[in-house]
T-cell receptor, first 113, second 113 residues
Framework: AQSVAQPEDQVNVAEGNPLTVKCTYS??????LFWYVQYPNRGLQFLLK??????LVKGSYGFEAEFNKSQTSFHLKKPSALVSDSALYFC???????????FGGGTRLMVKP | KAGVTQTPRYLIKTRGQQVTLSCSPI?????VSWYQQTPGQGLQFLFE???????NKGNFPGRFSGRQFSNSRSEMNVSTLELGDSALYLC????????????FGSGTQLSVL
């Protein structure tokens, strides 16, 4: 069965500093990997995805993620955090056989001014 | 282009009742999936429909059911409600399925008393 782990319930970072939100996964075959963000009282918004190609994926709002096959990780990064980046971030994985999308438990990002 | 619309936004029911939630996908999207979000369990996949056919189903009891109509609108039904069914129910649509970018609605917040 496929699974996603987000080991940190919360990440705190100062505005202007780089941020990393961690994600590791387990799936059969080649993974489809995603990051979504959820602002308060809202549905999820797509940030970026990796299916194949360059291991560094660029997405919305200046976010990027690095796919590491040997470590089965897909960490989300941003060079300079903004207070407005404070939200709940979800990593998700799907196999390439058309099965369901599995989400991690979420990581709350708090960016302090 | 209108986004994914979920109705109602809030719902309060009592144990033993049944409830129907509605989701209207983005025009042209043929895939609709449903997720349950709770603070303790994160995002759990319920089911995915594509062109009126259920394509995938999550690990939920038979009290949870869904369907998709010819215009791609979808409904999910929960019968014999339990306290543990209190959650935010999110619907997402996409052109072809979970291997691509999902567009989420704002959700229906269900409270079971």
């Amino acid at each position: 069965a496929q699974s996603v782990a987000q080991p940190e319930d919360q990440v705190n970072v100062a505005e202007g500093n780089p941020l990393t939100v961690k994600c590791t996964y387990s799936v059969s075959g080649n993974p489809y990997l995603f990051w979504y963000v959820q602002y308060p009282n809202r549905g999820l918004q797509f940030l970026l995805k990796y299916i194949t190609g360059d291991n560094l994926v660029k997405g919305s709002y200046g976010f990027e993620a690095e796919f590491n096959k040997s470590q089965t990780s897909f960490h989300l990064k941003k060079p300079s955090a903004l207070v407005s980046d404070s939200a709940l971030y979800f990593c998700a994985v799907r196999d390439n056989a058309g099965n369901m999308l599995t989400f991690g438990g979420g990581t709350r990002l708090m960016v302090k001014p | 282009k209108a986004g994914v619309t979920q109705t109602p936004r809030y719902l309060i029911k009592t144990r033993g009742q049944q409830v129907t939630l509605s989701c209207s996908p983005i025009s042209g999207h043929r895939s609709v999936s449903w997720y349950q979000q709770t603070p303790g369990q994160g995002l759990q996949f319920l089911f995915e429909y594509f062109s009126e056919t259920q394509r995938n189903k999550g690990n939920f009891p038979g009290r949870f059911s869904g369907r998709q109509f010819s215009n791609s609108r979808s409904e999910m039904n929960v019968s014999t409600l339990e306290l543990g069914d209190s959650a935010l129910y999110l619907c997402a649509s996409s052109l072809l399925g979970s291997g691509e970018k999902l567009f989420f609605g704002s959700g229906t917040q269900l409270s079971v008393l």
